[in-house]
């Protein structure tokens, strides 16, 4: 059974979402996971979109990487 809710924050970049996040989770005793940092760390995208700069998310690769990421 979850102890503890997920919040997901989203948004453009720059606005101050990693901020906000790592605020909040030293506020409350949560856990920040970073989604970006899962895309480029393990390669959770299916490549650079020059126009946005930034990934492209591969949803399905980043929902299974946090599956694992739960479980320690």
């Known amino acids: 059974m979850r102890a503890n809710p997920n919040i997901v924050l989203t948004g453009t970049p ?3 979402k990693t901020t906000h996040c790592e605020a909040l989770a030293e506020r409350t005793s ?9 895309v480029k760390d393990k390669g959770c995208h299916e490549g650079w979109d020059e126009e946005y700069q930034s ?10 990487s946090l ?5 320690i």
């Open 14 to 16: 720059g606005v101050g």
């Open 55 to 64: 990934w492209i998310v591969d949803e399905d690769k980043v929902i299974h």
């Open 30 to 38: 949560l856990r920040h996971i970073s989604v970006n940092q899962i």
């Open 67 to 71: 599956f694992f990421i739960s479980l």
